[in-house]
C-alpha cells in the first residue's frame, strides 16, 4: 500500500495526517515507510522525537527530488507492506503517487499536535479521544480498500 498525503495549501495538515496513518499502522505491527517529502520535515523531526522520547515508530525516510528513484529500493531493502509520503504543500516534482479520497473525515483537533509535540502517533497519546478513533477509521478504510485486513 502506497498513500501520497498531498495537496495544494501548505499548513492544512497533511504532515499530521501521514505521521498519524503511519504511525497506526506501525502500531498495528504493520512494517512500513514514512517518506517526509517535504522540504519543511515535519515528518522526520517527529520520527526523531519519538527516537528521543523512547517511543517506536515506523522506519522514517527524507527524500527530495528524487523520490522516484530512491522510493523504489527503500522499500524493496525495508521489506515494507505500507509506504506513506508526507508531500510538500504546492504542486510540483514531488507530488507523487494516487490521491486516495477517503469517506473517513478528520477533524481539525488540537490534541493531533499534542501529540506530534509529545512524539507519538494520536492513537497512542489519546486512544479514546475522537481524533484517536478517527484516524482509525481511515486506516481501517485505506485497509480495506488494498485487501488488507484490520489487525487486533
Known amino acids: 500500500m502506497r498513500l501520497a498525503v498531498a495537496g495544494q495549501k501548505g ?10 496513518v503511519a504511525a497506526e499502522l506501525h502500531d498495528r505491527g504493520v512494517h512500513g515507510l514514512l517518506v517526509d517529502a517535504d522540504p519543511q520535515g515535519t515528518a522526520l523531526r517527529w520520527a526523531q522525537l519519538a527516537r528521543d522520547q523512547g517511543h517506536a515508530g ?18 524493496a531493502t525495508r521489506g515494507s507492506a505500507f509506504c506513506v509520503i508526507d508531500c510538500p504543500g504546492r504542486l ?22 499534542e501529540a506530534l ?35 487486533g
Open 117 to 151: 509535540a509529545a512524539g507519538q502517533g494520536v492513537t497512542r497519546y489519546a486512544r479514546g479521544r475522537v481524533a484517536a478513533l478517527e484516524v482509525r477509521h481511515l486506516v481501517d478504510e485505506l485497509e480495506a480498500r488494498v485487501g488488507h485486513a484490520p489487525a
Open 92 to 113: 510540483g516534482k514531488r507530488q507523487v503517487g494516487a490521491f486516495m479520497l477517503a469517506q473517513t473525515a478528520l477533524g481539525d483537533r488540537a490534541v493531533y499536535r
Open 58 to 75: 515506523p522506519d522514517t525516510l527524507a527524500v527530495g527530488e528524487d523520490l522516484r528513484a530512491r522510493l523504489p529500493a527503500a522499500l
Open 11 to 20: 499548513g492544512a495538515g497533511k504532515s499530521t495526517l501521514a505521521v498519524n
